[in-house]
């Protein structure tokens, strides 16, 4: 069983940046493709980025070019670095773990972009 939790969520001004982590055990992260998702009030969760064991990433047309995803397998630790944000990246940000007989989330963060 894989538990994920995330961190570094909170309130910040449009223009501002975060760094969103995911640290997971009970597993073997580096086989597992991690991801980023998003659910606005209203909206279906929605995929922000990925990353695969390969480190081939994948990102929303919403983000490019503003979000970096990384992870770090020694540290069994997925990252969402997130830069000029704006109020609608607003959401709750999950964590998820894709493995071949399986997948997992966390429990959520929340983003709050606002002045």
């Known amino acids: 069983q894989v538990q994920l939790v995330e961190s570094g969520g909170g309130l910040v001004q449009p223009g501002g940046s975060l760094r969103l982590s995911c640290a997971a055990s009970?597993?073997?992260?580096?086989?597992?493709?991690m991801g980023w998702y998003r659910q606005a009030p209203g909206k279906q969760r929605e995929l922000v980025a990925d990353?695969?064991?390969?480190?081939?990433?994948n990102y929303a047309n919403s983000v490019k070019g503003r979000s970096t995803i990384s992870r770090d397998n020694a540290k069994n630790t997925v990252y969402l670095q997130m830069n000029s944000l704006k109020p609608e990246d607003t959401a709750i940000y999950y964590c998820?773990?894709?493995?071949?007989?399986?997948?997992?989330w966390g429990q959520g963060t929340q983003v709050t972009v606002s002045s």
């Open positions: 009970g597993g073997i992260f580096s086989m597992y493709t």
């Open positions: 990353i695969t064991r390969f480190r081939l990433t």
């Open positions: 998820h773990a894709s493995g071949s007989n399986a997948d997992y």
